[in-house]
């Protein structure tokens, strides 16, 4: 695969995301939507990885780390309108840092956190919201890249 093909790739999995985050509020499973969202945005930066940087994006769920990667590459600062990213990176920073609360743990610290894990409607859609908005804003940064159908 090239560069283009394994960035539609993850195009494909966070656009993914966001539809499966439409049947998660159907069923009202508020945490799923939550982490959902943290992933949808994780594989929309991992494809602007692809793009920019030319290499397999690191096996990490760190999504500011991703996104500074991304932000401050050569390629990236070479080849992006970097003046729009400036105008709202302050605002996207603290977007992932709310979403990547939401990534969800199963090891045995989290177990004394329980109630930390669950999330309400009204939290819940607005971080879907919000995702779907800065999904969109960071999509603007790549170029058209065909984006391969979910097998069924």
Known sequence: MNRLEKCGYWLMLSDYDL????VLIQGERWVYVAFLCQ?????????????????????????NFLFSKVTG????QGEADVARILERKNACEDFLMDVMF????????SYKNIA??????????????????MVAWLRTFLPAVEIPKVPS
């Open 19 to 22: 539809g499966t985050i439409d």
């Open 39 to 63: 992933q949808a945005v994780e594989r929309q930066l991992k494809a602007m990885f692809v793009y920019y940087m030319d290499a397999e994006p690191p096996k990490t769920h760190n999504v």
């Open 73 to 76: 590459s050569a390629a990236f």
């Open 102 to 109: 939401y990534y969800m743990s199963d090891y045995p610290f």
């Open 116 to 133: 930390g894990r669950f999330v309400n409607a009204s939290l819940a859609l607005e971080l879907h919201e919000k995702t779907k908005d």
